[in-house]
């Protein structure tokens, strides 16, 4: 039966709820089709994770015959091809629509503010950690919002005795796997909604929301979403105190003529729930290419991936022919009477019995 309400406009629980299922089913869809694995084995071979972690030589088979060599070109074509994108730096200027002075004066306002973030804010950090992650992932995300909770302390609220910041623009890189949209779009500028994931201290969040505080310390956290993330993890008894949260954005449109913020770490935890503060979709994302006819990214490595396990197949051939057959064995017909001290060195004289036959290299 088909809902005759718009998710998006029912009361926050409710539609944290639908949010959550359908995060859930678009985790579960992209391990279905193999994007999951595929951007996984991408993430793998830029970090060298071929046959081990180690970067050393392992060795497999049945009784450890085969050596195994990997001799990572992938990561090298990824840096360049992410250098040769980011090499040349942006200039951000703004341009006034209007030629009237106060537009202008507004202009000059603009690019000091511009230059402001560029320089002290880095932005260029986070585009560039953008590209990086569209050239290995396939899709680089950012995330620029307005945190009302930074910056310096100038004033404190009448009632309440809160402090108020002066607030300011943040930026966040998203993976992939930590931004969730609507997979029958068709491409990736359609999007109605997004719906995005962090990770934050729940303590901190705990002090920041006190009537949340017991239910957020309840909370899973990071540890226990190994399924739902690219993890590489040095020490599997680590615990972290860091719990998702989720945003949800939605911009105005005939069903939302106000659009829609919600934030939130479960059903029953609702932070934050009011029109949508900003004018469009706070969250960019940077591709070399879509998959046709989809929303997600492809980038051009995918198609190194099995070039990469070629050149590593074919480098520890080479290296187990050689560590068997590298360092030759000496035949010596039996009753030659040849001693193995003749053998050792070079430039030696070898006695034996002639008609025993010479000793000679296998």
């Known amino acids: 039966m088909t809902d005759s309400q718009y998710f998006a406009a029912k009361p926050a629980k409710d539609a944290a709820g639908v949010l959550l299922s359908k995060a859930n089913t678009w985790f579960q869809s992209l391990y279905t089709n193999g994007y999951f694995d595929k951007v996984k084995m991408s993430w793998m071979s830029y970090h060298g994770t071929y046959y081990d972690s180690s970067h050393a030589i392992s060795f497999g ?12 070109h992938y990561r090298n074509i990824a840096d360049l091809t992410a250098t040769m994108v980011t090499n040349t730096r942006i200039t951000y200027r703004a341009r006034a629509s209007n030629s009237d002075s106060r537009s202008i004066i507004q202009t000059d306002l603009a690019n000091g503010l511009l230059d402001y973030y560029v320089r002290q804010k880095r932005v260029e950090h986070y585009v560039h950690r953008a590209v990086k992650q569209a050239v290995v992932l396939a899709s680089g995300f950012i995330k620029m919002d307005w945190n009302a909770t930074t910056g310096e302390i100038f004033d404190y609220h009448p009632e309440t005795g809160a402090p108020i910041y002066e607030g300011d623009i943040e930026f966040t890189n998203l993976s992939p796997f930590d931004v969730v949209f609507d997979p029958s779009k068709e491409d ?15 303590f901190d969040l705990a002090a920041k929301y006190p009537e ?6 309840e909370l899973s956290t990071k540890s226990d979403l190994m399924d739902y993330r690219i993890n590489f993890t040095f020490n599997t008894k680590d615990r972290t105190d860091d719990i998702p949260v989720y945003e949800y954005y939605h911009k105005r449109s005939e069903a939302l003529p106000d659009g829609r913020y919600i934030l939130f770490l479960s059903t029953d935890i609702i ?9 469009r979709l706070p969250v960019f994302r940077i591709s070399p290419a879509e998959i046709m006819g989809t929303p997600f990214g492809y980038t051009p490595l995918f198609d190194l991936l099995p070039l990469q396990d ?6 520890s051939t080479v290296l187990t022919n050689q560590h068997a057959f590298g360092i030759q064995n000496i035949y010596v017909p039996r009753g030659a009477d040849v001693q193995l001290k003749a053998l050792e060195g070079g430039l030696n004289i070898i006695e034996g019995n002639s008609g025993a036959g010479k000793p000679e290299a296998m």
Request: aromatic content about 10%; charged content about 20%.
């Open 61 to 72: 088979g049945e009784q450890g015959e085969l050596a195994q060599m990997a001799v990572n």
């Open 188 to 202: 990736s500028q359609s999007h109605d909604w997004v719906l995005c994931r962090t990770f934050k201290n729940k």
């Open 212 to 217: 949340y505080a017991d239910q957020i310390k």
């Open 271 to 279: 932070l934050i729930d009011m029109p949508m503060p900003y004018r």
């Open 310 to 315: 070629a050149i590593n197949s074919l480098y």
